[in-house]
C-alpha cells in the first residue's frame, strides 16, 4: 500500500458552512466556490456519495409505489385473512428493535472507520450483520407462517400487496447483508484505501435508508394494519 | 496564482459533504458517538411512542392513524439527520434538495394514487348496488 492510497481522514472541514462568505479565506488561502468553477469539479467522495444518495431516493420512490398500491388494496381480502387476523405485533417490535439497534451499529462502525481502526471496524459490522440476519430471519419466519396458514401472496390483493412491499424491503435487506459481508472482507484484504471508503459511505447509506423504508412499514402496515375497525 | 485542474482530492473539500458524511471532525469521536446515540434514543422513544398509540385508548380512534404516521415521519427525519447527516447546512444544500425533490415525488404518487382509487372505488358500485338501484 503507498503513502498516496491512505489518505488522511476524508472530511476534515477547517471552517463554520454558517460563517458569512464561507470559506477559508484569509491571506493567501484558495477559496473553493462550489459551481464557481475556479475550484474544480468535486471531490469522488462528494460525486460518489451524491450519485448513491440520488439512486435511494429513487428507491424510496419505488418503495412509495408499493405503500401507495398496498394502502389501495389493503381492505380487498377477498374473503380470506385480513391484516388485524395475520400479524402479530411482537415480532414487528422485536424486528423494529434489531435493525434499529443495527443501524445504530452502522454508524458506531462508520466513527471506526473514520478512525482508521480495523477491529473496531470488523466488530461493529459484524454486529451490525448479525442484527440484519435476525431482522431477516424473524421475517422469513413470518412469511413461511402465514403461507402455512393459506395466506399466501395468491391468497388476496391485500396478501399480494403486503408480500410485495415488505417481500421487496426483504430482498433489500439481503442484499445489504451481502454487500456487508464484501465491505468487511475489504476492509480485510486491502485496508483504509480512498476507494473502500467511498464504497464504505455507500454502503451505511444504504443500510439506514433500509431502516428508514422500515419505519414506514412497521408504523404503516403493521401498527395501523392491526387497529380494530 | 493557484488554480486547479482536475477534480479535487477528498481531503480538499470543504464546501460540500457527501450525503451520510459525518460533519465532525474525525478526531472528536465522542462527539460522533453521543450524536449517534442521541439518535437511537429519539428513535427509539418514537417506535415506543407509536406502538403505545396503537393499543392506547386514550386517543380517540379515528385519530390513531394519523398520529401513528406523524410519528414515523418524525422518526424518519430523526434517521435522516442522526444516522444519515442530511442537515440544512450550505454545505448539504445538494443533499437536502434532492431529498426535497424525491419527497414531492413520494407525495405525488401515494396521495394521488389514494386520491384517485378512493374516488374510483366510491363511483364503482357493485352489482348488488346498481341491482337495487335499478328496482
Redesign the interface.
Known amino acids: 500500500m503507498s503513502a498516496r492510497d491512505v ?9 463554520d ?2 460563517k458569512p462568505g ?3 479565506g484569509g491571506a493567501g488561502g ?1 477559496v ?3 459551481g464557481h468553477g ?13 450519485g ?3 439512486f435511494l ?2 428507491d ?2 419505488m418503495f ?2 408499493f ?3 398496498y ?2 388494496l389493503s381492505e380487498q381480502t377477498a374473503g380470506g385473512p385480513s391484516a388485524r387476523e395475520l400479524f402479530d ?1 411482537h415480532d414487528t ?1 422485536l424486528q ?2 434489531f435493525l ?2 443495527s ?2 451499529a ?3 462502525a ?2 471506526a472507520v ?2 482508521r481502526s480495523q477491529p473496531w471496524t470488523q466488530i461493529a459490522l459484524f454486529i451490525t450483520g448479525l442484527l440484519g440476519l435476525g431482522f431477516l430471519l424473524l421475517e422469513i419466519r413470518e412469511f413461511a407462517d402465514f403461507v402455512g396458514r393459506g395466506a399466501g401472496p395468491s391468497r388476496s390483493a391485500f396478501l399480494s400487496a403486503f408480500f410485495t412491499l415488505v417481500g421487496c424491503h426483504g430482498v433489500h435487506v439481503t442484499a445489504g447483508l451481502l454487500w456487508l459481508g464484501t465491505m468487511m472482507a475489504q476492509f480485510l484484504a486491502k485496508g483504509f484505501r ?1 476507494n473502500i ?1 467511498h464504497r464504505f ?1 455507500c454502503f ?2 444504504f443500510w ?2 433500509l ?2 423504508i422500515w ?2 412499514l ?3 402496515v403493521y ?2 394494519g ?3 375497525p | 496564482m ?22 465532525i ?2 478526531r472528536r ?1 465522542r462527539a ?2 453521543l450524536a ?1 446515540l442521541l ?2 434514543v429519539l ?2 422513544g418514537l ?1 415506543v411512542a ?2 403505545w ?2 393499543h392506547t385508548p386514550l386517543i380517540y ?1 379515528p385519530a ?2 394519523i398520529a ?2 406523524v ?2 415521519v418524525a ?2 427525519g430523526i ?2 439527520v442522526f ?2 447527516h442530511i442537515t440544512t ?3 448539504n444544500t ?2 437536502a434538495l ?2 426535497a ?2 419527497f414531492l ?2 407525495c405525488i ?2 396521495l ?3 386520491w384517485v ?1 378512493t374516488h374510483l372505488d366510491h363511483n364503482n358500485h357493485s352489482m348488488g348496488e346498481v341491482m337495487q338501484m335499478q328496482r
Open positions: 489518505v488522511p481522514v476524508a472530511h476534515l472541514r477547517q471552517s458552512p454558517y464561507h470559506g477559508p484558495h473553493y466556490a462550489t475556479e475550484g474544480g469539479p468535486a471531490s469522488p467522495r462528494v460525486v460518489v456519495g451524491y448513491f444518495w440520488i431516493l429513487s424510496f420512490i412509495s409505489a405503500f401507495a398500491s394502502a389501495v405485533l417490535a423494529t428493535a434499529l439497534a443501524s445504530f452502522c454508524g458506531l462508520s466513527l473514520d478512525q480512498q471508503g459511505l451505511s447509506l439506514h435508508a431502516d428508514i419505519v414506514g412497521f408504523s404503516l401498527l395501523v392491526s387497529l380494530p | 493557484t488554480t486547479q485542474a482536475g477534480p479535487r482530492s477528498d481531503a480538499e473539500h470543504v464546501l460540500d459533504l457527501a450525503p451520510g458524511e459525518n460533519p471532525e474525525p469521536v460522533g458517538l449517534y439518535g437511537l428513535a427509539s417506535t407509536s406502538f398509540a396503537a380512534g390513531v392513524p401513528i404516521s410519528l414515523a422518526q424518519m434517521h435522516l444516522f444519515l447546512a450550505p454545505d445538494n443533499n434532492a431529498l425533490f424525491g415525488i413520494v404518487v401515494v394521488g394514487s389514494l382509487m
